[in-house]
């Protein structure tokens, strides 16, 4: 399987590692770190020599309860960034739904828009959509997302009962929608939304079930790393839950099992650690393959 991108046709027989580049003062893990573009770009740097393959690089906080940015904010955080971080030649996406910053980061030359709102938006004063963005720029990998209400309000009223068929349901609409407008299948990426919108029940029965999410044929991308609901099934004797930046362990236990139900990117903060993780794994793999070839 391969996922068609701007510059590069991203093989996905193993699972690949999107390293996250927060320029956020306000995201719920790393927020205010690298706002900064000459810090930000080091930890572009820094996360690429731990072993990401791709990085992905957002403007705007969908925590749970975030207010949004203007346009222009938007751009002012995320263009410096960009524009630096193509020169690495490895595949750039941008965390974004406003089809204004879509528009301008890919005339930069980024490879990948990942879109929480699965491209729905409107483009303002009757200027282009967010569809219309990724038709004017007809090699641009793209992953939607099924997200429930908003990020100011979707964690107060989370989604009712057995939620894997709806967000599948969801996600195969929105890639059949875009395949329809002339987005190829092998450009698109789909992403179940982990927290976003989901009881910390829900959420474990999308990565248990994920298996149901690989039906339509689309490369799943998921993003565990550091979320609540780890936090939610990892507190000590006392009862106290580990902050976000204390939820390593859980965050590559997560992203292991997802690469081991069939997910083709993982989205995490802690690079170097899921890294060598999914290399232990594939060594495990490897090994049991060759033992049952041997039977």
Same mark, same amino acid.
């Given at each position: 399987?391969?996922?068609?991108?701007?510059?590069?046709?991203?093989?996905?027989?193993?699972?690949?590692?999107?390293?996250?580049?927060?320029?956020?003062?306000?995201?719920?893990?790393?927020?205010?770190?690298?706002?900064?573009?000459?810090?930000?770009?080091?930890?572009?740097?820094?996360?690429?020599?731990?072993?990401?393959? =791709?990085?992905?690089?957002?403007?705007?906080?969908?925590?749970?309860?975030?207010?949004?940015?203007?346009?222009?904010?938007?751009?002012?955080?995320?263009?410096?960034?960009?524009?630096?971080?193509?020169?690495?030649?490895?595949?750039?996406?941008?965390?974004?739904?406003?089809?204004?910053?879509?528009?301008?980061?890919?005339?930069?030359?980024?490879?990948?828009?990942?879109?929480?709102?699965?491209?729905?938006?409107?483009?303002?004063?009757?200027?282009?959509?967010?569809?219309?963005?990724?038709?004017?720029?007809?090699?641009?990998?793209?992953?939607?997302?099924? =997200?429930?209400?908003?990020?100011?309000? =979707?964690?107060?009223?989370?989604?009712?009962?057995?939620?894997?068929?709806?967000?599948?349901?969801?996600?195969?609409?929105?890639?059949?929608?875009?395949? +329809?407008?002339?987005?190829?299948?092998?450009?698109?990426?789909?992403?179940?939304?982990?927290?976003?919108?989901?009881?910390?029940?829900?959420?474990?029965?999308?990565?248990?079930?994920?298996?149901?999410?690989?039906?339509?044929?689309?490369?799943?991308?998921?993003?565990?790393?550091?979320?609540?609901?780890?936090?939610?099934?990892?507190?000590?004797?006392?009862?106290?839950?580990?902050?976000? +930046?204390?939820?390593?362990?859980?965050?590559?236990?997560?992203?292991?099992?997802?690469?081991?139900?069939?997910?083709?990117?993982?989205?995490?903060?802690?690079?170097?650690?899921?890294?060598?993780?999914?290399?232990?794994?594939?060594?495990?793999?490897?090994?049991?393959?060759?033992?049952?070839?041997?039977?």
């Amino acid at each position: 399987m391969q996922w068609k991108t701007t510059r590069f046709d991203i093989d996905l027989s193993e699972p690949q590692v999107m390293g996250i580049v927060n320029l956020t003062p306000d995201s719920f893990s790393d927020g205010g770190q690298f706002h900064d573009p000459v810090h930000a770009l080091r930890h572009c740097e820094r996360l690429l020599k731990d072993g990401a393959h =791709m990085l992905d690089i957002g403007g705007e906080s969908t925590r749970p309860g975030s207010g949004g940015v203007s346009v222009e904010q938007e751009l002012q955080r995320v263009l410096p960034v960009v524009r630096e971080a193509v020169k690495f030649n490895v595949p750039i996406s941008v965390d974004t739904s406003k089809p204004e910053v879509m528009s301008a980061v890919l005339d930069l030359g980024a490879d990948i828009i990942n879109d929480v709102w699965a491209l729905r938006r409107a483009g303002t004063d009757g200027g282009p959509s967010a569809t219309d963005v990724v038709r004017a720029h007809p090699a641009c990998g793209v992953c939607v997302m099924h =997200m429930h209400g908003d990020p100011s309000t =979707m964690q107060l009223q989370p989604m009712d009962g057995d939620v894997v068929p709806e967000v599948l349901l969801f996600l195969e609409r929105s890639a059949q929608a875009l395949q +329809a407008l002339g987005v190829q299948k092998a450009r698109i990426a789909i992403d179940p939304g982990i927290g976003f919108g989901k009881t910390v029940a829900q959420n474990y029965a999308l990565l248990a079930r994920q298996s149901e999410l690989l039906q339509p044929g689309y490369p799943l991308l998921v993003g565990w790393s550091r979320k609540s609901s780890i936090g939610a099934v990892s507190a000590d004797a006392q009862g106290n839950v580990p902050p976000a +930046a204390q939820r390593l362990g859980g965050s590559v236990a997560a992203a292991v099992l997802a690469a081991e139900r069939g997910a083709r990117i993982v989205r995490v903060h802690d690079v170097r650690e899921t890294v060598q993780a999914l290399q232990v794994w594939r060594a495990v793999a490897v090994q049991a393959g060759s033992s049952q070839r041997l039977v």
